[in-house]
């Protein structure tokens, strides 16, 4: 069981939201990490024959996924940012309507439906109808419409956007136990959601894929080193501006900075094991610091902490 995408380009005008991507995906969790606007989307869609391809192939084990059509649809299952649904239906409701536009019998359908409601944790809640559910359930429910043809490839797009420190940990859980023999492949920016349940991360910017690989050979991947330096609030402007500060930690005695640098940053500055939180913001860091505002992130830090608040 193999997913092969080979020099896969998708182009929109002049923005190349996918460039000659190539990697193969087999069993197991892969977490597509990267800032919004890596091309993270326009690749999954892609995966889903919902894009065509401005150039390139994918393959599923050996045939052209758009030439399988049909056939390679019956096993995926896909879970977008935002899914359809009607807010009147009951949540059984929705999984049967679901269940019968992807071609399951009735009877089928119905045990196929009391069994996912049980492994998503909504038994409860069938009769509940979906304007009701909070988002952590409906991104549930959005899992086990995705599941109900017992897919062999299981796509989520930023499956725990806008939930809870809670439900992030038990949506993680759930992904887990459902990647028993299927590939899914999950993107989001958050490192958290695939720092433990991900067998091999992509690390995708700009529309390129720039590092693959296990989460320790990514860690290993990052040629600077981290260090930890506590300094008074009024040195923290001096070293936003020098370094790239992976986490800024207030104490009453100053500011603990952790620092990405080759050299020690300070004579007292102690090195620290390297975390995927550090990776991403070595590869991303300019990138998650242009998202957060119009300019330079590390001014707006400075000033904050340089006025000693």
């Not at 920016?189 to 693959?212: F, K, P, Q, T």
Request: hydrophobic share 40%.
């Amino acid at each position: 069981m193999e997913l092969v995408i080979n020099d896969l380009t998708k182009e929109f005008e002049e923005v190349k939201a996918v460039n000659h991507v190539t990697c193969t995906l087999g069993n197991g969790v892969y977490g597509l990490l990267g800032v919004n606007g890596a091309g993270k989307t326009t690749l999954m869609r892609t995966l889903c024959t919902l894009l065509s391809p401005t150039s390139g192939s994918i393959l599923w084990d050996g045939q052209d996924i758009f030439q399988m059509d049909g056939q390679y649809r019956k096993i995926l299952g896909y879970l977008p940012q935002e899914f359809g649904f009607y807010p009147d239906f009951t949540v059984e409701d929705y999984l049967m309507y679901v269940s019968s536009i992807k071609g399951l019998r009735p009877a089928v359908a119905k045990r196929r439906v009391k069994e996912l409601l049980h492994q998503v944790g909504l038994s409860g809640a069938a009769g509940q109808k979906m304007k009701r559910l909070s988002g952590g359930m409906k991104r549930r429910a959005g899992i086990a419409q995705a599941m109900l043809n017992n897919p062999k490839v299981l796509i989520l797009d930023e499956p725990t956007a806008g939930l809870d420190p809670g439900e992030r940990v038990r949506f993680r859980n759930l992904i887990s136990e459902l990647s028993e023999d299927r590939l899914v492949l999950l993107s989001t920016h958050i490192v958290s959601d695939v720092e433990y349940i991900a067998n091999e991360l992509l690390l995708m910017a700009a529309g390129e894929l720039r590092y693959s690989g296990t989460p320790s050979q990514v860690i290993a991947s990052m040629p600077q080193k981290v260090w930890k330096l506590r300094v008074s609030r009024q040195e923290v402007e001096n070293y936003l501006h020098r370094y790239q500060i992976s986490n800024l930690k207030a104490e009453a005695d100053g500011v603990e900075l952790r620092i990405l640098a080759d050299q020690r940053p300070h004579p007292l500055a102690a090195q620290a094991e390297a975390t995927l939180e550090d990776v991403f913001l070595y590869y991303f860091g300019s990138q998650v610091f242009m998202q957060e505002e119009e300019g330079d992130c590390s001014h707006r830090l400075a000033g904050k902490w340089g006025r000693g608040k």
